[in-house]
């Protein structure tokens, strides 16, 4: 029968099922009779505010709450009340550093978190360790005590990237065991695929990312990043697009078009992207999530071309934003996240942003409003035009302002509208469950480990060949330093010293310095000088010239979290590559010409220390004669 509606498959573990003229719906709040919001042959408008009339404060107010849970998973992913005690004396599951003078969160259990503060969009942290079926069992858990709420309200699953490869020593995540197999997909980190370039390869990732994603049962990627990286300093480039406008707007596009679709569903994962107006031109290259960089500065007058990616989101329907945490000195003289200028005047006026707006985790970045109650900062917030809190877990404050009258009701209902909205059209009102035996076949999957792969391997970016010196040809005897020796086994028999070997191979990161100021999630941030002379890894350098003196064709590999200064080395070596967290297989397939060298720097590089201190931070492309300009890169056939 034409026009007919379609029967949607339906999850339910608590909640009964009614039959209405051959259809069944779900009785979410269990009073025997079909209520607006349950039926899902209307509009998602009418839904909603069907909903919004049922609720209470105490309801409404858990909805503006974007919570971080973490510990609570059990043998095969059953929930647990309490943690599982820690291990060799190491904290159960991931407590963020304290910062004086920042009240600490408590750790409620699910149970309480979800029918207790009637949090609704939580954040997973993902765990190296944990089989994929293991996290879709541990999702469907925290569904089943959601659908055991008085109106059955199911939760929004979130997760931050976790497609790129865990690398060791990185203070969070945490890397996967020794010798274990990925359970999910590897990819370069974002600005890799500035690297490779292509919107298309952006789009198979979004595809890829999306199905693992949801069929581990999240629904909420807090990603895209659409910051430009105009200061080079900055610890956060990794996360980006690069440097180049242009290229970033096209990239974080597909990026949004793929992950939600050409319109929110049962198949989408709603996209909130970040750090609105771009967090990229950090004074002096200083991290915001510390005190001592909590400025944004605008040397170069250049406020709006940072809006230019952000423009392409908003072209693609992006479900969500995030501001970003730091003071935009000359626009406003609170962190952005408690700005109306910024979320009021310019996101939700200017610009008619009208998805969900989801603050950084404040709590221990106050900038602006340190003499103000933590009850005030979320009074701030909610006034700017924010619908949740991230990183809180308690809606109290938010209770407390409405009863004290500060903040009408009426105004928790438009950010209700919001948050409800996209959790409507992506049906987890119908169905918030996932099969985790389909996990185990679809995350991780062989042809998604491969796609991950190629994708690794055209980020890859050549600096310097001389002479022609790469592709190494096969059968060569090669010694290698940070490289895994099992894998750089498959390409070369290995020497005992640098001295016996036809060629050497060394993997360096980036020179960073690290601020002993750091006192939140980002305390051990790369920072400061690009060189390695004073950094925190100058060893590095020492390493370089040490293998270099072997006189042996020396091969460097560097990961580019940061641009660098490759002064200090560059004629020493024979060959010099910049990667973006790789796995040792994609940089040796480049290496060996198993797959071409194809990648494009995407930043530029400074020849000295001298022209980063000159440049300003929210100007793309201004340092003064670099060594290699965004775009560079040499090509090598497979």
């Known amino acids: 029968m034409a026009g007919a509606p379609r029967q949607p498959q339906l999850g339910a573990r608590k909640a009964p099922l009614l039959k209405v003229n051959g259809l069944s719906f779900k009785d979410l709040n269990r009073n025997g009779k079909l209520d607006r919001y349950e039926d899902w042959r209307l509009p998602v408008e009418q839904r909603v505010e069907d909903l919004i009339g049922q609720m209470t404060v105490e309801e409404k107010a858990g909805l503006m709450i974007h919570s971080s849970l973490m510990g609570f998973t059990g043998p095969g992913g059953v929930v647990l009340d309490a943690p599982p005690p820690p291990r060799g004396g190491a904290a159960a599951g991931f407590?963020?550093?304290?910062?004086?003078?920042?009240?600490?969160?408590?750790?409620?259990?699910?149970?309480?978190?979800?029918?207790?503060?009637?949090?609704?969009?939580?954040?997973?942290?993902?765990?190296?360790?944990?089989?994929?079926?293991?996290?879709?069992?541990?999702?469907?858990?925290?569904?089943?005590?959601?659908?055991?709420?008085?109106?059955?309200?199911?939760?929004?699953?979130?997760?931050?990237?976790?497609?790129?490869?865990?690398?060791?020593?990185?203070p969070f995540p945490a890397a996967a065991p020794a010798g274990a197999a990925p359970n999910i997909s590897q990819w370069p980190e974002q600005i890799g695929f500035a690297a490779a370039g292509d919107p298309a390869l952006v789009r198979e990732f979004g595809r890829i990312?999306?199905?693992?994603?949801?069929?581990?049962?999240?629904?909420?990627?807090?990603?895209?990043?659409?910051?430009?990286?105009?200061?080079?300093?900055?610890?956060?480039?990794?996360?980006?697009?690069?440097?180049?406008?242009?290229?970033?707007?096209?990239?974080?596009?597909?990026?949004?078009?793929?992950?939600?679709?050409?319109?929110?569903?049962?198949?989408?994962?709603?996209?909130?992207?970040?750090?609105?107006?771009?967090?990229?031109?950090?004074?002096?290259?200083?991290?915001?999530?510390?005190?001592?960089?909590?400025?944004?500065?605008?040397?170069?007058?250049?406020?709006?071309?940072?809006?230019?990616?952000?423009?392409?989101?908003?072209?693609?329907?992006?479900?969500?934003?995030?501001?970003?945490?730091?003071?935009?000195?000359?626009?406003?003289?609170?962190?952005?996240?408690?700005?109306?200028?910024?979320?009021?005047?310019?996101?939700?006026?200017?610009?008619?942003?009208?998805?969900?707006?989801?603050?950084?985790?404040?709590?221990?970045?106050p900038w602006g409003v340190e003499d103000l109650s933590?009850?005030?900062?979320?009074?701030?917030?909610?006034?700017?035009?924010?619908?949740?809190?991230?990183?809180?877990?308690?809606?109290?404050?938010?209770?407390?302002?409405?009863?004290?009258?500060?903040?009408?009701?009426?105004?928790?209902d438009e950010s209700a509208r919001r948050v409800l909205k996209p959790m409507f059209e992506m049906g987890l009102f119908e169905n918030p469950y996932v099969d985790p035996e389909a996990s185990k076949k679809i995350v991780a999957s062989k042809a998604f480990l491969d796609a991950g792969a190629a994708a690794q391997r055209r980020s890859v970016v050549l600096l310097k060949n001389a002479d022609g010196?790469?592709?190494?040809?096969?059968?060569?005897?090669?010694?290698?330093?940070?490289?895994?020796?099992?894998?750089?086994?498959?390409?070369?028999?290995?020497?005992?010293?640098?001295?016996?070997?036809?060629?050497?191979?060394i993997a360096v990161d980036a020179p960073f310095e690290v601020h002993k100021g750091g006192a939140s999630f980002f305390r051990g941030a790369h920072e400061g000088s690009l060189a390695y002379t004073g950094a925190e890894n100058a060893g590095e350098l020492e390493k370089i010239r040490r293998l270099a003196a072997s006189g042996k064709p020396l091969i460097v590999a560097m990961y580019m979290d940061r641009p660098a200064v490759l002064s200090e080395f560059i004629g020493q070596a024979g060959a010099v590559l910049a990667h973006f967290n790789v796995s040792d297989a994609a940089l040796l397939d480049v290496i060996f010409g198993r797959a071409p060298a194809v990648g494009k720097l995407p930043f530029d590089l400074p020849r000295d220390m001298e022209s980063v201190r000159k440049q300003k931070e929210d100007v793309p492309h201004d340092l003064e004669n670099p060594l290699f300009r965004t775009g560079f890169g040499l090509t090598t056939k497979k």
Request: aromatic share 6%.
């Open 95 to 170: 407590v963020p550093p304290r910062r004086e003078g920042v009240i600490p969160l408590d750790r409620p259990n699910p149970t309480e978190l979800i029918l207790k503060r009637n949090v609704r969009w939580i954040l997973l942290r993902p765990n190296p360790a944990e089989p994929p079926e293991a996290s879709a069992t541990f999702a469907n858990g925290l569904q089943e005590i959601a659908e055991g709420s008085r109106l059955g309200i199911p939760l929004a699953l979130s997760s931050d990237p976790r497609h790129a490869p865990s690398r060791r020593g990185a």
């Open 374 to 412: 933590e009850k005030q900062r979320q009074q701030r917030m909610v006034e700017a035009g924010v619908d949740q809190i991230g990183g809180d877990n308690d809606p109290k404050f938010i209770i407390e302002l409405v009863r004290d009258g500060a903040v009408a009701e009426s105004r928790l």
């Open 209 to 365: 990312a999306a199905r693992e994603l949801r069929a581990l049962g999240i629904h909420v990627t807090l990603s895209p990043m659409a910051d430009l990286a105009t200061e080079p300093r900055w610890n956060r480039i990794a996360g980006t697009f690069g440097e180049d406008a242009k290229l970033s707007a096209a990239l974080v596009k597909a990026y949004v078009e793929t992950f939600q679709g050409p319109r929110l569903g049962p198949e989408s994962v709603l996209c909130v992207t970040k750090h609105f107006p771009g967090d990229g031109p950090v004074k002096e290259g200083l991290d915001p999530h510390n005190d001592y960089g909590r400025w944004q500065v605008y040397p170069g007058n250049n406020f709006d071309h940072h809006l230019i990616p952000f423009r392409a989101a908003f072209d693609a329907k992006t479900g969500g934003i995030m501001p970003g945490y730091a003071i935009p000195v000359g626009y406003d003289t609170v962190g952005m996240g408690f700005s109306k200028v910024i979320v009021g005047d310019l996101l939700r006026k200017k610009l008619a942003f009208n998805g969900v707006v989801i603050s950084d985790w404040l709590r221990n970045m």
């Open 469 to 505: 010196l790469l592709p190494l040809g096969a059968g060569k005897k090669i010694y290698v330093e940070n490289i895994a020796a099992e894998v750089a086994a498959r390409y070369g028999t290995a020497a005992g010293d640098a001295g016996q070997a036809d060629a050497v191979i």
